[in-house]
């Protein structure tokens, strides 16, 4: 049981970087036809605006990590993580 909880892990990873990355591919999308949502944010907003382009840049990667702590969070009874007294 000990290397299904890999299994879990790795399938929740690699899930969130999917999303992750079509999310950001919608992004470019935009980008390329002309709506410059992202780039004109940073015009507008600055410093702010630059840190949300960037995050929007890193979002597979958020994805990756938001996977694996939602499969901790579904699944503890497979991944070894703590559970009540009362749901076992």
Known sequence: MKSMKWIYYGFGAFIGFVCGTVIEFIFYLLEQ???RVISNMVRDYGILGRFIAEMVTNL???GLALGIVMVYWLFPEVVGGPTKSSER
């Open 33 to 35: 036809s002309g709506n």
């Open 60 to 62: 597979p990667y958020m």
